[in-house]
């Protein structure tokens, strides 16, 4: 990012002084206001020259020296980023209201039906009525309890493929864990498996829908400069418009192809069509003339790519940062087997009723989570009205960012040793992912909690933990467990940059292997 921005910044300096005149009366309009402290902007491009290829650090960093709420200038739109849980606190809790709205960015206009999903549509009747749809009936519980056959058939055909694949050396595990993701979701949101086995006229191939989530949490997390720079957006300088707008005419061409299939089944049946996946729920709402608002074909469509795309790659990227952390710390690896042992046996899986049996299992995945959250900044959120902190202001029309990222290594919350895997901390400690304990915060917090965030850790938790009991796992002959590269790629979601290999060796009877 830093590369790209240089490669444009004397274009942009040379229209500086015809803009500044405008720039120092739009800065006047917020003179009296006290904002929190800051970088001083350049002209133009305000503080975007601070900002690395990794964003979360770069701000971090910036935070550091600036505070816990820190004011910055991306292009014209003014910024703040809270790094603290009393910071956190003030955006996703006591002021939820005053920051529930987002900016309407490129990415949700060309990746988003126009901004018709739920991560990205605008405060409003169309947002809260598909947030209680969403957890009326998508996430609700009944729902997730009817479905859970489809998660344990999935899961023992993963266990399945990596115990043929184990006598052949090392497995690339987050191409196993994104289809298990898949699979599982393809089955509860859309009623079969649409890419990949046994799926007959799929628009895509099982790599090409891979490079698509990929290119999709990649784009939802760029900082593309036509949004904070407006008059050069035509440009698109950096090239993202123009892979959004690819990207979007690719899901959407898989998308209709689902939809159309769906639509087919509820005519063919007519009286007697009962639904059976999310999409045919979402179908049978949007035909509900008591909707507040109406839920056009492009809203169906938002909503299921937030389904799909987002139970994803958000569980393959939080299991494959746990297999990492585990195969550094073979203590903690040891610890946890040994949990499973005494607790599962040798005769069965884990299911996901022995979960809250596995204090242990529980406590890998919340530090996981506190040091490789999926989304290290939270979706961006813009403030509807004026707000004060007591010390600050914060004015209408602020874009505001929290780096949960910086608040899982504060040493004021978590210690000396914040930058350590260290499991034990939250055995016993009740700290919790839903949204109502700040200092730990992968799902979000407020009313844009994500709302399916119960899917997503029942999916992290029972999988880790079939993997750690039905696997002996090693890294690689000649791979140190403290060389193995931490490396993060940016996007939405934060993965590894280079993908874990390691070996797996089988440690339960064979049967248990044998698949749905």
């Given at each position: 990012?830093?590369?790209e921005?240089v ?66 200038r ?61 957890k009326a ?5 009944r ?9 344990s058939?999935?899961?023992r ?8 694949l ?50 999709l ?29 690819r ?100 005769g ?51 874009l505001?960012f ?39 915060l ?12 119960v ?39 934060v ?22």
């Open positions: 990012m830093e590369m921005l490669s444009f910044l004397g274009v942009m300096l040379a229209t500086a002084l015809l803009v500044v005149t405008a720039l120092r009366r739009k800065r006047g309009s917020t003179r009296n206001h006290k904002l929190p402290p800051g970088p001083r902007p350049w002209p133009v491009i305000g503080n975007l020259n601070l900002i690395g290829s990794l964003p979360h650090r770069s701000i971090h960093a910036l935070s550091a020296r600036y505070g816990p709420f820190m004011s910055l991306f292009g014209s739109v003014p910024v703040v980023v809270g790094s603290s849980v009393d910071a956190a606190r003030f955006f996703l809790k006591t002021n939820d209201a005053s920051f529930i709205d987002r900016p309407k960015m490129a990415s949700g206009k060309h990746t988003a039906y126009d901004y018709s999903d739920i991560v990205w549509s605008p405060y409003g009747a169309y947002w809260r009525q598909a947030r209680k749809l969403w009936h998508l996430f609700s519980d729902h997730l309890r009817s479905q859970e056959h489809v998660r058939e999935e899961l055909a993963l266990l399945r493929d990596l115990r043929a184990s006598s052949a050396g090392v497995v690339a595990l987050k191409e196993h864990l994104l289809m298990l993701s898949l699979n599982v979701i393809s089955r509860m949101a859309l009623g079969g498996k649409y890419v990949g086995e046994g799926t007959a006229g799929s628009p895509i191939s099982p790599a090409e829908f891979r490079w698509m989530v990929d290119e949490f990649l784009l939802n997390g760029v900082f593309c400069v036509g949004d904070f720079i407006p008059w050069l957006s035509w440009l698109d300088l950096q090239g993202y418009v123009g892979r959004m707008k990207l979007g005419k690719m899901f959407d061409r898989f998308l209709e192809h689902v939809v159309d299939e769906h639509s087919q089944r509820r005519r063919r049946e007519g009286d007697k069509f009962v639904a059976a996946d999310m999409v045919d729920l979402l179908l049978e709402l949007a035909d509900d003339p008591k909707l507040e608002v109406p839920i056009k074909r492009d809203g169906v469509k938002g909503f299921a790519l937030d389904l799909i795309a987002g139970a994803t790659d958000s569980s393959a990227v939080t299991i494959e940062w746990a297999m990492s952390e585990l195969l550094r710390k073979p203590e903690v690896l040891a610890k946890a087997t040994e949990e499973l042992d005494s607790v599962i046996g040798h069965r899986l884990v299911t996901e009723q022995d979960i809250p049996n596995l204090p242990y299992l529980e406590a890998i995945v919340k530090e996981t989570m506190r040091l490789h959250p999926v989304t290290p900044l939270l979706a961006p959120r813009l403030s509807r009205e004026d707000a004060s902190t007591g010390s600050y202001d914060i004015p209408a029309g602020t505001v929290v780096n949960v990222w910086a608040i899982g290594r504060d040493p004021a919350v978590w210690g000396g040793d914040a930058e350590e895997f260290r499991p034990e901390r939250f055995v016993g400690s009740g700290v919790d992912v839903k949204g109502q304990d700040l200092e730990l992968p799902f979000g917090s407020g009313r844009r909690m994500c709302p399916g965030y899917l997503g850790l029942k999916m992290v938790q029972v999988t880790l933990a079939n993997l750690l009991h039905a696997f002996a796992w090693r890294l690689p002959d000649g791979v140190a467990p403290e060389k193995l590269s931490m490396q993060e790629k940016f996007g939405l979601a993965p590894r940059l280079v993908p874990l290999e390691a070996v797996a060796v089988p440690r339960l009877l064979a049967h248990l292997y044998a698949g749905p």
